[in-house]
């Protein structure tokens, strides 16, 4: 059983690892493997935990247990882009661990995620998956998320990487 919960600072170590994994197993192929080989995860603890701490007015950590231990992390707040700001929620980050992908973990972190920010009043979610991540497209797409037409590259280690924008309604519960 799957046991979604708010994150706690102590969590941040299992979380740094986490988005490790989830990079080096998604991402093969797609940016660069000197990048992918070279992720630390004493920085990347740092940088979980300094995140954590700092995070913005609306933004919230959520972690997946499975038996008692963290196998899966997502983030949303509000939506970072553009120059005005919009009642529009963002997904910033979801990740699970290689060891547990196919088993739900994604969907009930993303269903949690959606469910908050519908019943905070956002109206529609955004997020950006790398182009060609057929995989995590096909994720999204089948939970009624659709590309908007926007798109961006940003760079890694020296190449451009192009991302896609998709978007999803939110409905509050009933």
């Known amino acids: ?99 547990h992908l196919s088993q739900g973990v994604g969907q009930a972190l993303l269903r949690e995620s959606t469910a908050r920010c519908a019943t905070a009043g956002n109206a529609r979610m955004l997020l950006w998956v790398l182009k060609e991540n057929a995989q995590a497209r096909r994720f999204y797409e089948r939970a009624g998320f659709t590309p908007d037409g926007t798109e961006e590259s940003w760079d890694v280690a020296g190449v451009a990487v192009p991302e896609v924008r998709y978007s999803g309604p939110l409905a509050a519960a009933p």
């Open 1 to 99: 059983m799957i046991h979604i919960r708010e994150m706690t600072f102590a969590d941040c170590e299992r979380v740094a690892e986490i988005r490790i994994r989830g990079w080096q197993s998604a991402y093969a192929g797609l940016i660069p493997q000197s990048y992918l080989d070279g992720l630390d995860l004493a920085d990347e603890i740092s940088r979980r935990r300094a995140h954590f701490e700092q995070a913005g007015e609306g933004v919230l950590n959520l972690v997946a247990e499975s038996s008692g231990k963290v196998v899966g992390w997502s983030c949303h707040g509000p939506y970072r882009g553009g120059e005005l700001p919009t009642k529009d929620a963002e997904l910033y980050a979801i990740y699970v661990h290689p060891d």
